[in-house]
């Protein structure tokens, strides 16, 4: 069961980067880099490459959680997946972006935290 709850984390962790890794892609700007550059360009090459790095960690992620699935029901672990995915978003927010928070948000986090807790010691084994 532990290793079902580490391919969740884990999945949690790659769905957190894969939200950032949204910010980078843009489809109009691999439109654009084709059209004003050689294909095998360094321009196009790195709007390529944000939507590689964009695929492979939604995959990473799928991959991740279809594996804790095998153990963990698909209700805990969804929800699970979802609140440990937006916990880390925050954390990334407030210790590497410094984006202020204030003690409501980090309550409401800390309210989470027990949620997810209480939903790994009551799921059935």
């Not at 709850?5 to 654009?32: D, H, Q």
């Not at 790195?46 to 804790?68: D, H, M, P, Q, V």
């Not at 407030?94 to 949620?115: A, D, H, Q, S």
Request: charged share 10%; glycine share 6%.
């Amino acid at each position: 069961m532990f290793k079902a709850w580490a391919f969740l984390l884990i999945a949690a962790g790659f769905e957190a980067a894969w939200t950032y890794s949204l910010k980078k892609v843009s489809l109009n700007s691999i439109k654009f880099a084709i059209s004003e550059n050689p294909f095998f360009s360094v321009p196009v090459g790195k709007e390529i490459g944000y939507l590689l790095i964009y695929l492979g960690l939604g995959g990473a992620n799928i991959f991740f959680l279809s594996l804790s699935l095998k153990s963990i029901p698909l209700t805990v672990a969804i929800a699970s997946w979802t609140a440990i995915s937006l916990v880390f978003i925050k954390f990334f927010d407030v210790f590497i972006l410094k984006t202020p928070t204030n003690n409501l948000e980090i309550f409401f986090l800390t309210l989470i935290i027990v949620g997810i807790v209480g939903l790994k010691f009551s799921s059935p084994n």
